[in-house]
């Protein structure tokens, strides 16, 4: 029988990285909801020594997660790996210089992948003092040997309150997980715990972040784009930084996202812009970068409005509409019914709004859509014709000519003769 210590990848050098691979797999278990009896077999079986007491210790989880340093410092995981055993191996030196009993492994949880370290302190040391120091050696050495410089991110610590029992294990785990979620908000090199988190959390409600969301509205369809930086700024920075909130942060975005939508799409925009990827929060490592990527685009609106000028919420409505069923058979009534008016009503209000019918409207919103295609696809013209709701090809044609100056395929010749030159 395998005797598979706690000593660390130092002490298994000469082939036998395959005793530290299976410590790992055997500890990483202990995560999961087996119950006690089994995973006291399974330690038993493979004689994989817990360094802690079982009565009371705590659970640190520290290290980057994979959407740090595989993206961002280009680390693969063999790479990362090589770093890794170091570190263990200088975290289970630190233990020692404690006087501190534990056990330092690699957690393979979904994107996880960070450090777990479980430990019982001393009796003259706190369990934050121990914590602080494992979390101060991983930020040194990141720091020497990946950031080099680089101060967009750090070391974050999450440390359990006190533990007992194997069953304490998974507890203390789902518990510094969730903490350790929470450098979204917070990037910076320290170490928290439930009861800080408490204390450094605002009290921000769903009605005043929503009271700030639909302020930014106005701002941004009123052209202020100095007002709406500061909006932007107070509601992400300030209140959403401090609620240490995923739901509040998501429900956000989703509104946003939806504004956005409606607004960019009015001005003509919303081609130049991916709402999906702005505003999902997987796309961020932290909140600060979410709301740098969506200043561009509220900026750019009211440029937009400032140039264009502001449309009652009926006209929005109708362009909004138009420029996401233009490939179907519009009429107008069927326009004015999803904007809530009677056509005549519309007609009018359009025609003053944007100096333009609806009729012509509908036509330059397709003619902008087929000159995209004629650019980006080689499809054929009424294939073309077809795709922008115009089911009769000549009619199109002669539309496109009106509109380009050119008749379909003498522009597709045009443009690509040109980027060819």
Request: charged share 25%; glycine share 6%; with cysteine.
């Amino acid at each position: 029988m395998i005797q598979i210590t706690g000593d660390g990848p130092a002490a298994e050098s000469g082939g036998n990285d395959w005793v530290w691979y299976t410590r790992n797999i055997i500890l990483n278990d202990c995560l999961h909801s087996h119950p006690a009896s089994i995973l006291d077999d399974i330690l038993t079986h493979f004689r994989v020594l817990l360094n802690f007491d079982l009565s009371r210790y705590y659970f640190c989880l520290t290290g980057m997660k994979k959407s740090i340093y595989y993206p961002v410092f280009g680390l693969d995981a063999n790479s990362y790996m090589k770093l890794y055993h170091e570190m263990e191996d200088g975290l289970l030196a630190l233990l020692d210089g404690l006087s501190c009993r534990g056990n330092v492994f690699l957690v393979f949880e979904d994107d996880c992948k960070q450090i777990a370290v479980l430990f019982t302190p001393p009796d003259e040391l706190s369990s934050r003092a121990v914590a602080e120091s494992v979390g101060k050696y991983v930020q040194n050495y990141y720091e020497e040997h990946i950031f080099r410089g680089d101060g967009r991110y750090c070391n974050f610590t999450a440390l359990s309150g006190p533990l007992s029992e194997l069953s304490g294990i998974r507890e203390g785990f789902l518990a510094v997980r969730s903490l350790s979620d929470l450098s979204f908000f917070k990037m910076e090199p320290i170490t928290v715990t439930a009861e800080d988190i408490l204390s450094l959390r605002n009290s921000l409600e769903y009605r005043k972040a929503f009271e700030l969301c639909h302020e930014l509205e106005l701002t941004m369809i009123s052209g202020d784009g100095e007002k709406a930086a500061d909006l932007i700024e107070t509601l992400f920075l300030r209140e959403l930084k401090s609620s240490f909130s995923f739901p509040l942060f998501r429900d956000v975005l989703s509104f946003l996202r939806s504004r956005l939508d409606l607004h960019l799409s009015v001005y003509g925009l919303i081609k130049n812009y991916d709402l999906e990827k702005l505003c999902g929060i997987e796309n961020y490592i932290v909140l600060e970068e979410c709301e740098s990527a969506l200043l561009p685009p509220i900026e750019a609106l009211c440029r937009s409005v400032r140039e264009h000028g502001v449309f009652q919420s009926v006209v929005q409505q109708a362009v909004y509409f138009i420029r996401h069923h233009c490939r179907e058979d519009i009429t107008l009534p069927l326009i004015a019914q999803n904007a809530g008016v009677s056509p005549n009503y519309l007609s009018g209000m359009f025609s003053r709004e944007t100096g333009m019918s609806l009729r012509d409207y509908v036509t330059l919103v397709r003619m902008e859509y087929a000159r995209e295609l004629l650019l980006s696809t080689d499809l054929l013209v009424y294939q073309i014709a077809d795709e922008v709701g115009i089911r009769d090809p000549k009619y199109f044609s002669r539309l496109f000519k009106n509109f380009s100056g050119e008749n379909p395929q003498d522009f597709r010749k045009a443009v690509r003769s040109g980027a060819d030159a």
